[in-house]
């Protein structure tokens, strides 16, 4: 099933495509879903298409009449701007303005017994006319979910995307609620999706209840992360509670087949006393902490790494015995490190926290997962999905995992 | 092949004489050493004792061994029951406690059915009780916690806290804390009490603990009022009806000035402040609570601290968005 047609109502999306067709297309595709599928009024704002190129593809692709589209246009059913005049049309980027044209649509719609408005905005003027800032400010002034019928994607090029800055993409993903790539749900093993940059990941996975060892498939994932990594040549970092058990980190190792060609001595670590960290963590003291990040610097600086992947999944074990403040301490500390490390040396640090999602199921873990979530940049299932910070994670995991049983059978 | 940093730090030195001994009591000892011989634990070595050697073993304990253990877990599942009541028997666990007063004992239980028979009896706390399948992350933890700070002790001037509590009993006992360790650290307390709480009790609570109320006060260390005051305005309208309201930035200034004249003062470091909350769902105010609570700063930039005391039926009441909005506005949050 689409990502597209599973879309929650008053939800603020952030789209990001590949090419400028391709975010045509897709902004059409979704568009058309809301107004024959979901009863909803629609907006496509694009500098793209002139405004008879978009009608041309509508009365094309949508089977609508020349006479009919007229009609649903004079109506506010169809609605067709440029990004110039719902933008830029005084000589300031007036929020308040656009909001209001905005929520003038979607009280149109419903008096027109019409669900909501469904809106595509592409954004890429904002680049054009190198107003970047603004345009994250302008994000930010809306909420993950909107407080009036209006569902609408934001739309970004890629090549625009990824002159932002680590700050502004956190912005970026805390004020919508769900991340599409072409519309579908963003992939961190996407090629596209470029994680030599600094993000702080949260990965969930769901092993059997009571197991003491990872799933086999989510060791694959596991494997997958750092294999790219070493596969790019990163400098890889392996901090986990299970390297604990003697034959684990050959385990890892094993699954790494990407490695046997290439030296791996000098690009990959495995901290094997990782019950010291956990230990001193508790007691609040993130000293051998420190001690990894100057370990992880020199080493870096050593072996001319600029990219480098961290696996941890100390912060879960905090979790899991609840020892909830030190957890976020902890997820504290490496988010302080990871921007420090760029800031001051130009590293690029991708840290994947690991954590277990049975884990979140009852009170009051379920509400210090708000906190987990809040403090990474990205939060993905086993599989890389990236998800919203803000959507019901579990019935979109569930749902999908239900897709995939009955597609078995 | 890999490279293990652990093992050429010295910060970690892992030296088998240097290890601190985890002394695990069981009937079970071949499961245990199969599931444990497959992991190291960098500092620690496990000592497995069987139930029915126990007494030999502490006979031959010197005061090395002593010095070097950290810690005790009897394997209750499989411990020697009373064979009149099929219980527990409680004189060899007394005996123990006896012997290793000075050491941390846990408990490991086969189910959670019987974690209440297990503090009836009066040995132990909960919080000294695991449940199986008992693994190695379950002693790594143990010995973690042996030296962790309770938390009310972790809480330091700037924390802006979220308590949530499930009795009266459990909320007073924790002001009463929370004002000791102001005591301690020279931090004037502020106890805001709930209609539930009558001064007069807490009063009498606190004076069970030795504390010198009347100096306290007198010294201006201690004031307790009730929440209403400080968080909501009464306001008459036409003549007879009264509307409360919540003025975020008058609270905020009141608390704020309170921790400019402390600051002050010779020798007190700061403010300290109890809040029970009640009084906003008792007068409807739930969303003005939420919004006062996200105007509160995450971390103060006044040396205050503030611990907001919520009931966890009141918090039942919220829907998820206003719990989320709550837990992410404060930095420490216990449940």
């Known amino acids: 099933m689409s990502p597209i047609t599973q879309i929650q109502d008053k939800s603020h999306i952030l789209g990001i495509y590949s090419s400028p067709q391709r975010k045509i297309e897709d902004g059409l595709e979704y568009l058309r879903i809301g107004f024959e599928e979901n009863n909803e009024a629609i907006l496509m704002i694009t500098n793209e298409l002139t405004k008879n190129e978009v009608r041309n593809e509508i009365m094309k692709s949508w089977k609508i009449s020349p006479n009919k589209l007229v009609d649903l246009e004079k109506n506010s059913i169809i609605n067709i701007k440029s990004s110039t005049e719902v933008y830029f049309s005084t000589n300031r980027i007036d929020r308040d303005k656009i909001g209001k044209q905005f929520s003038d649509l979607a009280n149109k719609a419903i008096e027109k017994r019409k669900r909501g408005l469904r809106a595509f905005g592409d954004v890429k003027i904002f680049f054009e006319r190198g107003y970047e800032k603004y345009i994250i400010e302008f994000e930010k002034s809306f909420p993950p979910s909107f407080d009036f019928p209006m569902t609408s994607i934001c739309a970004y090029d890629l090549d625009d995307f990824e002159k932002l800055d680590h700050r502004s993409r956190k912005i970026l993903f805390e004020h919508h609620n769900l991340y599409l790539t072409n519309n579908l749900f963003r992939n961190i093993f996407d090629d596209s999706f470029s994680l030599s940059l600094t993000e702080h990941i949260c990965m969930f996975y769901e092993n059997e209840l009571q197991s003491s060892s990872f799933s086999d498939s989510f060791v694959t994932s596991l494997s997958r992360y750092l294999g790219e990594g070493l596969l790019h040549n990163q400098l890889c970092i392996y901090l986990s509670m299970h390297n604990t058990k003697k034959d684990h980190p050959k385990t890892i190792l094993s699954q790494l087949t990407n490695l046997k060609k290439s030296p791996i001595k000098k690009k990959f670590m495995v901290i094997k006393n990782s019950d010291d960290y956990y230990i001193n963590a508790v007691r609040n003291n993130l000293k051998p902490f420190e001690d990894l990040k100057k370990e992880i610097f020199e080493k870096a600086i050593l072996g001319n790494k600029k990219d480098i992947r961290i696996v941890c999944d100390i912060p879960n074990f905090l979790f899991r015995y609840k020892h909830f403040d030190q957890c976020i301490a902890l997820e504290e500390w490496w988010d302080q490190a990871i921007e420090e490390l760029n800031k001051n040396h130009g590293l690029n640090i991708s840290l994947l926290c690991l954590y277990d999602s049975n884990n979140f199921k009852n009170i009051p873990f379920k509400y210090h997962r708000y906190r987990i979530n809040d403090i990474h940049g990205i939060v993905c299932d086993s599989e890389g999905m990236v998800h919203s910070k803000y959507s019901k994670f579990d019935s979109l995991t569930d749902k999908r995992k239900s897709e995939k049983e009955g597609k078995g059978r | 092949m890999l490279e293990d940093i652990g093992n050429h730090n010295n910060n970690y030195i892992s030296n088998n004489n240097k290890k601190k001994t985890v002394l695990l009591v069981t009937g079970n000892i071949q499961y245990y050493q199969q599931q444990f011989n497959n992991y190291n634990i960098n500092k620690y070595k496990i000592t497995f004792v069987n139930w029915n050697d126990l007494l030999s073993f502490i006979t031959n304990f010197d005061d090395t061994k002593r010095k070097n253990l950290e810690l005790i877990i009897l394997d209750i599942s499989t411990a ?238 919220l829907s998820e968005d206003q719990i989320r909005k709550l837990v992410l506005t404060h930095s420490s949050v216990w449940i």
């Open chain 2, 80 to 317: 020697a029951k009373d064979a009149k009541t099929n219980q527990i028997s409680t004189s060899t666990i007394g005996e123990i406690k006896k012997i290793f007063y000075d050491t941390r004992i846990f408990f490991i239980l086969p189910f959670e059915s019987m974690i209440d028979n297990l503090l009836s009896i009066g040995i132990c706390k909960q919080e000294d009780i695991r449940l199986q399948p008992f693994s190695v992350f379950d002693i790594i933890d143990l010995i973690s916690i042996t030296k962790k700070n309770e938390r009310l002790d972790r809480l330091q001037l700037k924390d802006h806290c979220m308590y949530i509590y499930s009795s009266v009993d459990d909320k007073v006992k924790d002001a009463i804390k929370f004002l000791k360790i102001g005591i301690e650290n020279n931090e004037m307390t502020l106890l805001l009490l709930s209609k539930e709480i009558e001064p007069s009790y807490l009063l009498c609570q606190i004076a069970l603990h030795d504390i010198d109320i009347s100096k306290l006060q007198n010294n201006g260390l201690l004031k307790i009022a009730n929440t209403e005051e400080y968080y909501l305005s009464f306001n008459q309208k036409y003549n007879k009806i009264n509307t409360v309201t919540v003025d975020n930035k008058k609270v905020h200034s009141n608390f704020f000035n309170l921790a400019d004249q402390v600051n002050k003062r010779e020798g007190i470091n700061g403010l300290r402040i109890f809040a029970m909350l009640d009084c906003f769902f008792e007068h409807g105010l739930v969303d003005e609570l939420v919004d006062y609570e996200c105007e509160t700063p995450f971390k103060f930039s006044k040396p205050i601290l503030g611990i907001c005391a919520y009931n966890d039926k009141h918090i039942a009441q």
